[in-house]
C-alpha cells in the first residue's frame, strides 16, 4: 500500500498522545534553547498538543503579535509546567499556518512572529506572505541583508500580547 501524506489539518488534529510533561534531560532536542531561559535539568517540560498552539494563536486579536516564547509560557502554565518545548512548539505553530492557509480558516497565524521580531519564512507564501498581511494591518517591516533577506516587525514589542 502507498504511504498518502498527511494533509496539514491531519497533522493539526494528531495529539501523538499529548500533553506530555517530563523531566528536561541533557541531550533533550530543545535543551540549549530552554537552559537560555533558565531552565536546568530536571525541571518539568510540557510537550503540548499542536491544538493547544492553535487556541493560543486563534485568539490574537488585530494590532496584536505574539512570539514563539510568549506561547510557550502560555502553554506551560496551563499544563502546570515549568517550560514548554520550544521544538515542538516550533513545530505545531508551522502546522497551525499551513493547516490555516489549506481549509481558508480565519486563524490570523502571521501576528505570530519569532522572538527576535523576524518573520517566519515557514509560513504559507513564505516571509513574503507574513510581511504583505502585517504591513495590510499597518505594521512597519524592516527588511534586514541583502543576500539572505531577512524581514522584521519595527518595534515589535510594543504590539506584543500581554
Known sequence: MPYKRKTWQEKLEDSKSMP???PLQANFPCQRALEKMGATIGDSVVLAPPSD???IMST???GKLITLTQICE???LKHGAQYCC???TGIFITIVANAAEETG???PFWRT???NGELNSKYPGGAEHQKALLEDEGYTIIQKGKKHIRYLVKDFEKYLLK
Request: proline share 5%.
Open 113 to 115: 512572529i519569532k522572538n
Open 20 to 22: 506530555k510533561i517530563v
Open 60 to 62: 490574537i486579536p488585530k
Open 53 to 55: 498552539v492553535l487556541a
Open 86 to 88: 520550544t521544538l515542538t
Open 74 to 76: 502560555r502553554l506551560a
Open 105 to 107: 480558516s480565519d486563524v
